[in-house]
């Protein structure tokens, strides 16, 4: 199916509840919850409308993970389609969200086995204004820092790995993380800290060799 462009279902006039553009928007998960409940009862439209509620959030994820506008819209058109293949598969144990992210990096994840395909940790942002050139020093340093991070993160074992991205790139809460990956959020805890705790050890043992 082709997946929309979201809008907030908050600012468009609803056809079937009538609600207006200045009414409060509904608790996004609570929103899933009822859609996702509307989809599996097989009412018109549940599917266009749920990938309408969930779509910002997944893009800007994939958009994470890629690097590339066009490679973050086809992972979402992915995403979208192998979970309308695995619904009966949801559980509810996560938000419907939480499981798009997962299938997103489980199927982004087959493809990014090198290093050279892992994007730094902070996303890429728009300048409202035009941004000011950097220097060609600037710029090379910063190059620098940013191969040095995607070298380290790619060496994390993988569940590590999905904790940071899930956690910094999709910024999902870690109690939403614990239930997608069926651990306990303390357990997301200590992924995390082990994760920076090697990231730093690898940052640092390849700063040392350049130094050498």
Same mark, same amino acid.
């Given at each position: 199916? &082709? ?13 079937? &509840?009538g ?19 509307d ?9 266009e ?5 969930t ?21 979402v ?14 559980r ?10 997962r299938?997103?990096?489980? &199927? ?14 902070e ?20 190059n ?10 790619? &060496? ?57």
């Amino acid at each position: 199916m &082709t997946i929309p462009l979201a809008r907030p279902l908050a600012m468009r006039r609803d056809s079937e &509840t009538g609600a207006d553009a200045d009414e409060p928007a509904t608790d996004p998960a609570t929103e899933e919850r009822c859609l996702y409940a509307d989809l599996r009862a097989g009412r018109p439209q549940a599917a266009e409308r749920l990938a309408e509620a969930t779509y910002a959030r997944l893009y800007a994820a994939c958009h994470r993970l890629t690097g590339r506008a066009d490679d973050a819209a086809d992972l979402v058109q992915e995403t979208y389609r192998k979970a309308w293949q695995a619904l009966p598969e949801f559980r509810g144990d996560a938000r419907f969200s939480t499981w798009l992210f997962r299938i997103a990096w489980t &199927t982004h994840a087959k493809q990014l086995r090198r290093p050279r395909l892992v994007v730094p940790l902070e996303p890429e942002r728009e300048a409202v204004e035009p941004a000011r050139e950097p220097s060609p020093e600037a710029a090379a340093s910063a190059n620098e820092r940013a191969d040095r991070l995607r070298a380290a993160l790619a &060496t994390l074992p993988e569940p590590l790995r999905f904790a940071v991205v899930a956690r910094y790139w999709a910024e999902l809460p870690v109690r939403e993380i614990a239930a997608a990956d069926g651990v306990t959020p303390m357990a997301v805890r200590k992924r995390l800290a082990k994760a920076f705790r090697l990231l730093a050890a690898s940052i640092d043992a390849a700063r040392e060799e350049r130094t050498r």
